[in-house]
C-alpha cells in the first residue's frame, strides 16, 4: 500500500463549477406549481442566499471560504493510496488507485459539502437543518457539520436503513441530530404513507419530502441535501482537484476514473476535475449504479421531481420515476430514483459511461479489497471496487498497463451486518 500525500497547504482554495463545461447549457429546474423555471427567489424558502447564487453560477472556479479550509484540514488533503497488494492479488499489470475519503470523522466524502452548506446557513441566521439520508453518511456528516457551526438538525433517515444501521443512527445522535425513520409521522406527507404502505422500507425520495415539509413549516430552519444538486457537487470537487496534484506528483495519467453513483456527488467530486482532460486525452470515466436501482443505465431522460411527493422543483435527468422505491439493498446510498442533471447531461452525450451491478458481485469485490488492502469498504464503495477489479482484469487479459483511479467514498465500519450477512449467504443478488 503506497500512499501519495499533499501538505495541508495543498488543500484546493476554490470548488470547481463544471457547468461552464457543460457540452450544452443545463435545462433549467421548473417550478413545482407553474412548470416555468425557478427563479432564484422561489428557492430562499430552502436555501441560504449563497447556495442559490453557487447553484446557477456560472463561474468555472469558486471560492472556498478560510473558515471552511480551516474545518477541512481536520482530515484533508485526503491520501491516495496505490493498492498494491490487490494488484498482485490479482496478477494484473495495471496499476490501481483509490483516493481514500474514509478518514474524515464521518467516515466518507459527505463532509465536503455538509462542512460548506452548514457554514452558509449559519452566515444566513439559520438555527435548524433539516435533511434525508439513506445509509446515513449523509445524516452523519450534516450532524458533525452542524454541530460545528452550533445549529440543530433533524434528519429523516429511511427506514430500511434505520433498521439495518443502527450505528449510524447512534453517530448522528452523538454529534447532537435528532434521527427519525421514514416515512414517519411528523409530517403530512409521512402519515399518508403510512396509511397506504404500512410495510414501505422507505425510499430517498420519500425522506425528502418529510424534509422539506419539516424545514417549510418554521423560518429559522432550511434544507440540506447530500447530492443531486450543483452546488453540492461543486463542495465535492475538493477530492478531484487533490488527486490530479497526487497524480502528478508521481508522473502518472489516469486512463480510467471510477465512482459510484446513488445521486451523483463522489462521483462528481472526483470526476469532474478530469472530464474536460478525458475529452482530450482519451481517458475513460465510469458511473456503476446498482442493478436494484439502474437509474442511468435503464431511466428516462426526462424531467421529473427529486422527491416523491412532488415538492421539489422538476429536474431533467434520468429518473426510474419519482414514486420509485428501490429494493433494500444495503447499499442504502444508491437508492435514488434520479441522479444528478449535470452527471447525466454527461451520461447523454457519451462523456461518461454508465454501468450497473449487483449485490452480490459487488460484495465479493469488497471481501477481496478487505482480505487484500485491508481497509473495509462501505456497500456504497464496492461498487466502484467492483468495476475497478473488472478494468483490471481486462488489462491483464489484454497485457496493457493501465492507471485505475476510483473513489473510495467511505469505510465499511458501520456496515458490518451487510457482510455478516453476505458472508452467510443471506444477500440477495439484486
Known amino acids: 500500500m503506497k500512499k501519495i500525500l499533499l501538505e495541508d497547504d495543498e488543500i484546493p482554495k476554490e470548488w470547481y463549477n463544471i457547468l461552464p463545461d457543460l457540452p450544452e447549457p443545463l435545462p433549467p429546474p421548473l417550478h413545482p406549481a407553474t412548470n416555468e423555471p425557478v427563479k432564484p427567489e422561489d428557492l430562499e424558502p430552502i436555501f441560504p442566499k449563497e447556495l442559490i447564487k453557487q447553484e446557477m453560477s456560472d463561474e468555472r472556479f469558486i471560492r472556498i471560504p478560510d473558515e471552511v479550509r480551516e474545518i477541512y484540514a481536520i482530515w484533508r488533503p485526503t491520501p491516495l493510496i496505490r493498492a498494491e497488494r490487490l494488484e498482485k492479488a490479482l496478477k494484473t499489470p495495471a496499476r490501481i488507485y483509490f483516493k481514500y475519503e474514509g478518514v474524515s470523522p464521518p467516515g ?54 434505520y433498521e439495518q444501521k443502527p450505528y449510524r443512527r447512534v453517530m448522528m445522535e452523538t454529534w447532537g441530530g435528532e434521527v427519525v425513520p421514514s ?82 456527488s463522489n462521483f462528481a467530486g472526483l470526476c469532474f476535475p478530469f472530464v474536460k482532460d478525458s475529452e482530450k486525452d482519451g481517458s475513460k470515466i465510469i458511473a ?51 441522479d444528478a442533471p449535470a452527471l447525466c447531461m454527461l451520461v447523454k452525450h457519451g462523456i461518461i459511461e454508465a454501468r450497473a451491478v449487483d449485490q452480490v458481485s459487488t460484495f465479493n469485490a469488497g471481501l477481496l479489497f478487505a482480505k487484500t488492502e485491508g481497509i473495509i469498504p462501505a456497500p456504497e464503495t ?10 483490471a482484469l481486462k488489462a491483464k487479459e489484454a497485457n496493457e498497463e493501465r492507471v485505475i483511479v476510483f473513489n473510495f467514498s467511505g469505510h465499511g465500519l458501520l456496515d458490518l451486518q451487510a457482510y455478516d450477512d453476505f458472508m452467510n449467504g443471506k444477500l440477495k443478488g439484486t
Not at 194 to 221: M, R, W, Y
Not at 223 to 245: D, R
Open 108 to 161: 466518507s466524502h459527505k463532509p465536503n459539502t455538509a462542512v460548506a452548506q452548514a457554514y452558509y446557513n449559519m452566515k444566513e441566521g439559520v438555527e435548524r437543518l433539516t435533511t434525508e439520508t439513506g445509509a446515513g453518511q449523509w445524516g452523519s456528516a450534516l450532524c458533525f457539520a452542524t454541530k460545528l457551526f452550533d445549529l440543530k438538525c433533524t434528519v429523516f433517515m429511511v427506514r430500511i436503513s
Open 183 to 264: 416515512p414517519s409521522d411528523r409530517t403530512e406527507f409521512g402519515r399518508k404513507i403510512l396509511k397506504e404502505h404500512p410495510d414501505t422500507p422507505g425510499s430517498l425520495g420519500i425522506a425528502i419530502s418529510e424534509a422539506i415539509e419539516s424545514a417549510a413549516s418554521d423560518d429559522k430552519t432550511k434544507y440540506s441535501l447530500g447530492s443531486v444538486l450543483n452546488h453540492v457537487l461543486l463542495h465535492q470537487t475538493v477530492i478531484g482537484l487533490e488527486t490530479k496534484k497526487q497524480l502528478e506528483k508521481v508522473d502518472e495519467k489516469a486512463d480510467i476514473l471510477i465512482g459510484c453513483v446513488g445521486g451523483g
Open 288 to 338: 456503476v449504479e446498482p442493478t436494484a436501482c439502474p437509474t442511468l443505465t435503464k431511466g428516462d431522460y426526462r424531467y421529473d421531481f427529486g422527491d416523491t411527493a412532488g415538492l421539489t422543483p422538476l429536474l431533467k435527468m434520468y429518473t426510474l420515476g419519482h414514486d420509485f422505491t428501490p429494493p433494500p439493498i444495503h447499499a442504502g446510498g444508491l437508492r435514488y430514483h434520479g
Open 382 to 391: 464496492t461498487h466502484a471496487i467492483r468495476v475497478a477489479i473488472d478494468e
